[in-house]
């Protein structure tokens, strides 16, 4: 049985999901297994993924009707029965020894460790061709405030099964029906009870191009979410700070943590 199982989340992703699998067949272990959620696509993702995907290490479940990313990892969750899980999305793709190192780091480190991460390789699609934009360097938190006020979103997410379970998976907010920002909520929720463990390689490639959810368009919605869901952490944790956005609403904002009271630390943006 394998240790870990590979959530591929799938919608209208044809164009770029042979890059995503063809990764996957090129990791150095072969301790892994692959479980496709697709979101109703109506496009050719299905057929992609059924013609390239190794057919005995695959599980396709097909959705009929489109519910967003949150349920569809819900939906992953129900079924996982591996230690541990990787999200990658259906236009990004891994280096060949990710799942590898990610899984011996993470057997090393104390169970109270519910996510592993690296450094995340950015690329942006411009006339049919792409060009490395940056290297996001990441660093091991210093404690769950450091995460709130951090901008940039940690990739690759190689998660403990039990822990993303403990805390009961991926909520659905009323604001946008857990259609966006899968990726911070969980981790907020996971900051919670459990702690994350830094890797400095760099082994994730995320491409930026004109269907991404995290288009500059989406800015304004993802404040508002990244807001909700902050102060509610916050609240969680002893109610010490009280969270302020800076920078324009219509753009992406930052985080600032204020103390409530005397004698706690002030947040400063990174």
């Known amino acids: 049985m394998a240790d870990v199982t590979v959530v591929l989340p799938l919608f209208n992703k044809a164009q770029y999901v042979a890059e995503t699998i ?17 979101d109703a696509s109506t496009d050719r993702s299905l057929e992609f993924v059924k013609a390239h995907a190794p057919s005995s290490k695959t ?16 939906t992953a969750l129900r079924v996982i029965d ?10 990004d793709w891994i280096e060949p020894e990710t799942i590898e190192v990610m899984l011996n780091e993470m057997k090393c480190v104390s169970d109270h460790v519910g996510l592993c991460y690296a ?3 950015h690329w942006h699609e411009a006339n049919g061709s792409l060009q490395l934009n940056k290297v996001q360097r990441h660093h091991q938190f210093l404690d769950r405030y450091d995460f709130v006020t951090y901008d940039p979103m940690v990739q690759p997410r190689f998660y403990r099964t039990s822990a993303v379970k403990a ?5 659905i907010d ?3 029906g857990g259609r966006y920002m899968e990726d911070r909520r969980m981790l907020l929720q996971l900051l919670d009870e459990y702690t994350f463990h830094y890797i400095d390689r760099d082994l994730y490639h995320f491409r930026y191009h004109q269907t991404n959810l995290s288009l500059d368009q989406n800015a ?22 009280r969270l302020e956005m800076v920078g324009s609403s219509d753009l992406w904002q930052s985080v600032q943590l204020i103390p409530k009271r005397k004698g706690v630390r002030r947040i400063w943006l990174k």
């Open 59 to 74: 599980t396709i479940i097909e959705k009929r009707t489109n519910t967003g990313i949150c349920d569809v990892l819900n």
């Open 119 to 121: 450094n995340t390789m």
């Open 220 to 241: 304004t919605i993802y404040n508002q979410i990244r807001k909700m869901e902050s102060e509610k952490a916050l609240i969680r944790w002893g109610d010490q700070y």
């Open 167 to 171: 805390v009961g998976g991926w909520n």
């Open 174 to 176: 009323s604001l946008t």
């Open 22 to 38: 063809a990764s996957l067949r090129r990791q150095t272990t072969s301790n892994w297994k692959l479980l496709v959620v697709d």
């Open 82 to 91: 591996t230690p541990f899980f990787l999200q990658v999305d259906g236009d």
